[in-house]
């Protein structure tokens, strides 16, 4: 089946970029969709086909595909973005369609 | 507002059943395709199964496969997932989630607040 590789941890002091990666075999070829978890809560959908934001979702929040790599990017990082961030697709042509990354934590110094 | 609820999770022992629900308000469910995704306590999300608007159609995780079905009730708006055959491995917090339509087809733009489930004797 699909595998999505994430980084375990990225850090970012506040007010500065955070990137967090996604890697999966000619991923640019899939749309690639991203959620916000914060502990305790269910996920939230923050960037949709690689890079549309569904509404009430801040501009800060962005995303990118092409090749091998979906790039997730908050800019201007706030403390409360402090969060789990996962990728994921639907992989239409496998026996197991949905897949999800294997998340990233990402903590604000 | 929109809005999808869970509730039927618990402790239940290994090779034993258990029915989630999902209750979902605020948009025409059987416009949409459901899902359930489960997350283990400290680990990631996992997919588990979809079923099509009219759930004529389903799909499943090969972890669940042919212990799980997935259906759907939609003159009274609420989702299922029938779990038989537990086991520990199946320990993990239930969502519910929404497919997008359209430009948010394949994403999960709605979840649920999620239900617990554990697989102990």
């Known amino acids: 089946s699909y595998v999505l590789t994430q980084p375990p941890s990225v850090s970012v002091a506040p007010g500065q970029t955070a990137r967090i990666t996604c890697g999966g075999n000619?991923?640019?070829?899939?749309?690639v969709h991203w959620y916000q978890q914060k502990p305790g809560q269910a996920p939230v959908l923050v960037v949709y086909?690689?890079?549309d934001r569904p509404s009430g979702i801040p501009e800060r929040f962005s995303g990118s595909n092409s090749g091998n790599t979906a790039t997730l990017t908050i800019s201007r990082v706030e403390a409360g973005d402090e969060a789990d961030y996962y990728c994921?697709?639907?992989?239409?042509?496998?026996?197991?369609?949905?897949?999800f990354g294997t998340g990233t934590k990402v903590t604000v110094l | 507002e929109v809005q999808l609820v869970e509730s039927g999770g618990g402790l239940v022992q290994p090779g034993g059943s258990l029915r989630l629900s999902c209750a979902a308000s605020?948009?025409?469910?059987?416009?949409?395709?459901m899902h359930w995704v489960r997350q283990a306590p400290g680990k990631g999300l996992v997919w588990v199964s979809r079923?099509?608007?009219?759930?004529?159609?389903?799909s499943y995780a090969d972890s669940v496969k042919g212990r799980f079905t997935i259906s759907r009730d939609n003159a009274k708006n609420t989702l299922y997932l029938q779990m038989n055959s537990l086991r520990a491995e199946d320990t993990a917090v239930y969502y519910c989630?929404?497919?997008?339509?359209?430009?948010?087809?394949?994403?999960?733009?709605?979840w649920g607040q999620g239900t617990m489930v554990t697989v102990s004797s």
């Open positions: 079923i099509n608007s009219d759930g004529s159609s389903t």
């Open positions: 000619n991923i640019g070829s899939k749309s």
């Open positions: 086909d690689d890079s």
């Open positions: 605020g948009f025409t469910f059987s416009s949409y395709w």
């Open positions: 994921q697709v639907w992989d239409s042509s496998s026996d197991h369609p949905g897949v």
């Open positions: 989630a929404r497919e997008g339509s359209g430009s948010t087809r394949g994403a999960f733009d709605i």
